[in-house]
């Protein structure tokens, strides 16, 4: 089945540095959405971005879907975005659900 | 942002008893899922629906009942909660763009 991979697990930053993080899918796909989570739990939509680039603030994502992967780039990273972001793409079918990849947890030192 | 209302926030059950997760979503969405997350694991589909009064099993609904009374409402129900239900449980509706509740954990003990 889709399978999503998440690189790195786990990054720490100094505040003001830039992070890129990874998305790499197994199959097509047509949704692609990534999330942030706050270390409370609660998991914030960032940018549905099947494909091309999207931006928002100091985030970027950038999807190309033939080569089956997406990034999500952070500039000018603050203590304020710790937490995880998760990658998640459609499933097999017509179902509507996504998967999800394990995530990368983000530490911002100051 | 749609809106996707979880009930209650968080929740501790006795083994063997009878637990109901509310959701409630006011975007108008056909869709709406019940996820749970475990460390290591990610999040995972337990039930999804389409229309009111149908659900549908996701990929891990062993244990989960699902009731969709009406497009707004999604309930998840563990009708004898174990141990290895312990998680936290997301509710989500949407079709294209995905939006998530805040969250339930539930303890069960």
């Known amino acids: 089945g889709q399978q999503v991979q998440q690189s790195p697990a786990s990054l720490v930053l100094q505040e003001g540095e830039n992070a890129e993080l990874q998305c790499n899918f197994s199959s097509t796909a047509t949704r692609l959405q990534w999330f942030y989570q706050h270390p409370g739990g609660r998991l914030v939509s960032l940018f549905y971005?099947?494909?091309g680039t999207k931006h928002t603030g100091r985030l970027t994502s950038t999807t190309v879907t033939n080569e089956r992967r997406s990034s999500l780039h952070i500039s000018s990273s603050q203590t304020t975005d710790s937490g995880t972001y998760f990658c998640a793409i459609d499933g097999a079918g017509n179902t509507g659900k996504l998967i999800f990849g394990l995530g990368t947890t983000l530490q911002v030192q100051p | 942002e749609a809106a996707v209302t979880q009930s209650p926030r968080s929740k501790v059950a006795v083994t063997g008893g009878k637990v109901t997760l509310s959701c409630h979503q006011t975007n108008n969405h056909d869709y709406m899922y019940w996820y749970r997350q475990d460390t290591g694991h990610g999040l995972r589909l337990i039930h999804y629906s389409y229309v009111a009064d149908s659900t549908e099993k996701g990929d891990i609904p062993d244990g989960y009942k699902a009731s969709r009374p009406s497009q707004e409402n999604f309930s998840l129900i563990l009708e004898l909660a174990s141990l290895s239900q312990t998680a936290v449980y997301f509710c989500a509706s949407g079709r294209g763009e995905v939006f998530f509740g805040k969250g339930t954990r539930l303890t069960v003990v």
């Open positions: 971005n099947p494909s």
